[in-house]
């Protein structure tokens, strides 16, 4: 589980395919605190340790978390947010993430307002999932509040460090995303679609 706190910007040094599935190793300046078998969150998907070699650990990625999350684009050298699971004893400065990604967004429009930038997403027209105005969303592992609401579309307003401190700031119109939708309107959403709400 984790917050949407980005911890780190990460930096993929190899890619390496493995019949269906992807090896991929990443370096951070948190590497030397990992341990074989944790779980990281990388632009929102939770993805296992599988070993650690210098300043950089390896991940791999399943044919099921490549057919419906962006790791199939990764390139190497390519930035990634990260954010290691979270600590029991301390406080939920985000909102709860389960690194589980429910669909794939596209960024349509960046807007700089009064030292904030505006991002505009949207999202498949078939989901299920929706998104509230002042409700939480994850977008590429960070945990953000949705300023404008709409149909299959929204807003997020960062703030000069988040941008600094994400990969926001490389972000560019069409600019692929995982998104991850708050669990609990998950349960209403699906509850309402088979009739017990």
């Known amino acids: 589980m984790f917050t949407g706190i980005v911890e780190s910007i990460g930096k993929i040094e190899k890619i390496k395919g493995d019949r269906s599935n992807l090896h991929i190793t990443v370096s951070c300046d948190f590497t030397s605190e990992l341990k074989v078998d944790q779980s990281v969150l990388h ?14 650990y390896t991940v791999t ?25 979270m600590l029991f004893n301390g406080r939920l400065d985000g909102h709860i993430v389960q690194g589980h990604v429910d669909h794939i967004g596209e960024c349509v429009s960046i807007e700089d307002v009064s030292g904030s930038t505006y991002y505009g997403f949207k999202f498949s027209e078939n989901s299920i999932h929706t998104t509230i105005e002042k409700g939480s969303i994850t977008v590429d592992g960070t945990s953000l ?6 149909v299959n579309t929204f807003k997020v307003a960062i703030i000069p460090y988040t941008k600094e401190h994400t ?14 939708f708050d669990v609990i309107g998950k349960y209403v959403s699906k509850l309402m679609q088979i009739g017990r709400l």
């Open 61 to 85: 990625a399943i044919k099921e978390t490549i057919d419906v999350t962006t790791v199939g684009s990764w390139t190497e050298g390519m930035k990634l947010n990260l954010e290691r699971a």
């Open 145 to 150: 509040t949705v300023v404008d609401s709409g």
């Open 167 to 180: 990969i926001f700031q490389y972000y560019k119109l069409g600019t692929t995303v995982n998104l991850e």
């Open 43 to 56: 632009n929102g998907i939770c993805l296992t340790v599988v070993s650690i070699e210098g300043n950089a």
